[in-house]
C-alpha cells in the first residue's frame, strides 16, 4: 500500500486517517481473506446410543475408496480428499471402543460410523 500525504502538504486531517485506515482494513484484511478463505464443512456429529457411538461425517464428494478411518481407544480420524485438498477430523471419545469391530458406510455424501464401547471384565469376587 503507498503512502499518501494529504493535499497542499498541511497537517492530516481525521478524514484522512479514517479513509487510510479503510483502505489498510480493505487491502490487508479482507483480501487475504477472501483468497485464503476454504470451504467449511461441518464437524462430525456424534451419538452416544448406549452400546455404541455413532459418528456421521458430511463427506460432500469424497470418494469412498480414498477415504481413511483410523481408530484407537480413545480417538477417532476420518481423513479424505476434499474440493480444495485434504480434510481431516478427529473425534475425541469419552470411553474406549472396541477397534476390531468399528464399521463403517457411506451413502450420498455421509459416512456413518459405528464405535462399539468396550465392556468392562466382570470379575466374581470368592
Same mark, same amino acid.
Given at each position: 500500500m503507498a503512502s499518501r500525504k494529504p493535499e497542499g502538504g498541511g497537517p492530516?486531517?481525521?478524514?484522512?486517517?479514517?479513509?487510510? %485506515?479503510?483502505?489498510?482494513?480493505?487491502?490487508?484484511?479482507?483480501? #487475504?481473506? #477472501?483468497?485464503? #478463505? #476454504?470451504?467449511?464443512? +461441518?464437524?462430525?456429529?456424534v451419538s452416544d446410543r448406549g452400546a455404541h457411538y455413532e459418528v456421521t461425517v458430511v463427506?460432500?464428494?469424497?470418494?469412498?475408496?480414498?477415504? +481413511?478411518v483410523e481408530v484407537s481407544d480413545l480417538r477417532l480420524v476420518v481423513r479424505f480428499a476434499g474440493p480444495v485438498?485434504? %480434510?481431516?477430523?478427529? %473425534?475425541?471419545l469419552a470411553?474406549? %471402543?472396541?477397534?476390531?469391530a468399528v464399521s463403517a458406510k457411506w451413502n450420498a455424501g455421509l459416512l456413518v460410523i459405528v464405535l462399539p464401547k468396550k465392556r468392562g471384565r466382570r470379575v466374581i469376587v470368592e
Open positions: 492530516i486531517r481525521f478524514g484522512d486517517f479514517a479513509r487510510a %485506515v479503510d483502505e489498510l482494513f480493505d487491502d490487508l484484511l479482507i483480501t #487475504r481473506w #477472501r483468497e485464503n #478463505r #476454504r470451504p467449511t464443512f +461441518e464437524r462430525p456429529l463427506t460432500a464428494t469424497a470418494d469412498a475408496r480414498a477415504m +481413511e485438498g485434504p %480434510v481431516e477430523h478427529t %473425534v475425541d470411553h474406549p %471402543v472396541e477397534s476390531e
